[in-house]
């Protein structure tokens, strides 16, 4: 089939993540395959067109561009689409007024959160506007579809469930080789014990609360040190808070990295502080590199973590909880690596990226009975 991804961009993140190994695996199955980003191509863009998979970029303005969505139809147009898989609500309602008289075989869109944006009303109501031209709407769990229908933002008849999935095959796990190799890195002692957090610095992931769990936990643990992986408008913020609490030196900010795989193999424990999430793809690495991990209760994340099975799970912004939980964790190591390696046989059952593309072949071919889990 020819296939159009429809995204706001392809910069680092989640979302756009899982967009580009669909993509790939897409390809490989022999489907002809494009994206398409609303605004600049992304920082990750590279990745498709060195395999010879085009990413057009339309350079929407802010407000109404009608010249960025005549971009967007000729794009989708000169690729003879048969599928239009949008991504998130913005890029749904964009391609959807863009490719206005085209005939398409499927309209799809998924949705890779709950849906939770502040001051997102205006967004939601574009959203359910075009709606009428989407013949299946994808929630990425169950807590995330139930929300949208519960908030008449979608219609149920239209909804469907499909999780996400990762190249499992592509993660090792945790190791004290591994491990040695990113302490020194980082010029940290031999015995320095390692958490980390794989997320943007922004609202939604809570890095504010992780920190100050994370200062009582390196109180009554000295040999401790806090890594944050990925980038954010947060940034200066997290860093000042971090001053403040006297944890210069001891809290890591390590910026958008492309070894996240090995930098998780070389964690002792791994963490996310969210107070909104969907179907959280850093949850399933950190499953798949065998870490044992502690996540806020919200979204889809307890639909990846069985608490004391698989992981732990708290109260979201709950600082004392959480210091608690990780305190556990690190004092009992062996409980720790069973919960690891259970994540790990769980993530290699349920999360694979082959799972979710099948899914989204059934889709493409008309079906919207799709569940798994």
Not at 44 to 57: C, D, K
Not at 217 to 232: F, K, M, R, Y
Not at 254 to 267: F, T, Y
Request: proline share 3%.
């Amino acid at each position: 089939m020819n296939i159009t991804h429809f995204v706001e961009n392809l910069d680092r993140g989640g979302l756009e993540r899982m967009v580009l190994e669909l993509v790939k695996l897409q390809q490989r199955q022999g489907h002809r395959c494009q994206v398409v980003c609303l605004f600049e191509p992304g920082s990750q863009a590279h990745e498709l067109r060195e395999l010879g998979i085009p990413v057009n970029a339309c350079d929407k303005r802010q407000g109404l561009d009608l010249r960025a969505l005549a971009r967007a139809r000729a794009s989708i147009r000169s690729h003879n689409t048969e599928v239009l898989h949008t991504h998130n609500a913005v890029a749904h309602y964009q391609a959807v007024l863009a490719t206005c008289g085209l005939p398409m075989r499927q309209v799809i869109n998924t949705r890779h959160g709950m849906g939770g944006l502040r001051r997102a009303a205006r967004r939601e109501w574009l959203y359910r506007r075009a709606l009428g031209r989407t013949h299946a709407i994808v929630a990425v769990c169950e807590a995330a579809r139930n929300d949208a229908v519960q908030r008449g933002i979608v219609p149920p008849e239209k909804t469907c469930v499909v999780p996400n999935g990762i190249r499992v095959e592509r993660f090792q796990t945790a190791s004290a080789s591994m491990r040695r190799q990113l302490l020194q890195s980082l010029g940290l002692p031999s015995i320095t014990r390692l958490i980390g957090n794989v997320g943007r610095l922004n609202w939604a992931k809570d890095q504010a609360t992780l920190i100050r769990a994370f200062g009582h936990v390196h109180a009554s643990e000295p040999d401790t040190a806090l890594l944050l992986i990925g980038e954010g408008e947060l940034r200066t913020e997290l860093q000042r808070r971090v001053d403040e609490l006297g944890l210069g030196g001891h809290v890591h900010f390590l910026g958008d990295r492309n070894d996240v795989q090995a930098l998780l193999a070389g964690l002792d424990l791994f963490v996310l502080s969210s107070v909104s999430e969907g179907y959280s793809l850093a949850l399933l690495e950190a499953g798949a590199a065998a870490l044992p991990v502690i996540a806020t209760d919200v979204g889809g994340n307890r639909e990846i973590i069985r608490d004391g099975r698989t992981g732990r799970l708290v109260k979201a912004s709950d600082v004392a909880a959480l210091s608690e939980v990780m305190l556990d964790l690190l004092h009992h190591p062996a409980h720790a690596l069973a919960l690891g390696l259970a994540a790990r046989a769980w993530v290699e059952q349920h999360g694979s990226l082959d799972a979710m593309a099948c899914s989204y072949a059934e889709l493409y071919q008309g079906s919207k009975t799709v569940r798994r889990q």
